[in-house]
């Protein structure tokens, strides 16, 4: 397990600029509760491998390949290039965060790839 040393300014401004999505489920928003219980419990240390056009993200956590899908991994793509980036994984909500030196802790709700669904809230049918 592993955490970040000093307190961190979490970055969730890039959620809705970028996406017309307003779910709040796997593999689209980040809910602030849901960065808050992320963050208060360390995090896996993870190798991550990003697919932008499939929007999969890969994951090696213990030696073993996880693969999860995000509709906006561009900007995780965009914080995996920023020095001194370390990629936690919070498994218990589905949580990954980036931190760089000197930046804010980037932050991903990511969904197990067999889970992929459209940006439609299927509630309003």
Not at 31 to 59: F, K
Request: net charge negative.
């Amino acid at each position: 397990m592993a955490g970040y040393e000093e307190p961190v300014e979490i970055d969730l401004s890039n959620q809705l600029r970028k996406s017309e999505c307003s779910l709040f489920r796997p593999g689209h928003q980040v809910n602030w509760i849901q960065v808050r219980r992320g963050m208060s419990e360390p995090g896996v240390a993870v190798d991550v491998h990003v697919e932008p056009w499939l929007g999969t993200v890969q994951l090696v956590v213990d030696g073993r390949a996880e693969f999860y899908w995000n509709h906006t991994v561009e900007d995780l793509v965009e914080a995996l290039n920023r020095p001194g980036a370390l990629p936690l994984w919070h498994p218990r909500v589905h949580l990954l965060t980036v931190k760089g030196i000197g930046s804010p802790v980037a932050a991903l709700n990511l969904a197990p790839a067999a889970r992929v669904e459209s940006c439609r809230d299927t509630r309003q049918a």
